[in-house]
Each structure stands twice: as structure tokens, then as C-alpha cells.
């Protein structure tokens, strides 16, 4: 999956569409919170956060 191995620092804007996204690993949410704590902004639709 594109998570795992993307370079966070090469995008500053992720948009979520809706999808199955609760596999995604402790690892990688970690990654995912981090970079926008940094600044990056991600954008999900509200499929996504259900």
C-alpha cells in the first residue's frame, strides 16, 4: 500500500477518499500524525471517517 513506503516529505496535501482505511497500521497512522502535525494538511471525505 502507498502508505508504507511513500515519502511523507515529497506532498504537502493527502486527500482521503472514502474507502476502507482501518487496516492501515499503528506505523503508518503514526507517520500519517506526524506529518500533519508538520504542517501537512489531509483531507478526508466523510466515508472515511466512519
Not at 8 to 33: A, C, F, I, M, P
Request: hydrophobic share 35%; aromatic share 14%.
Amino acid at each position: 500500500m502507498w502508505f508504507t513506503w511513500t515519502n511523507w516529505e515529497r506532498y504537502n496535501t493527502v486527500v482521503l477518499v472514502g474507502g476502507q482505511y482501518s487496516t492501515l497500521g499503528k506505523s503508518v497512522v503514526s507517520k500519517l500524525k506526524n506529518w500533519v502535525e508538520n504542517g501537512g494538511t489531509l483531507t478526508m471525505t466523510e466515508n472515511v471517517s466512519e
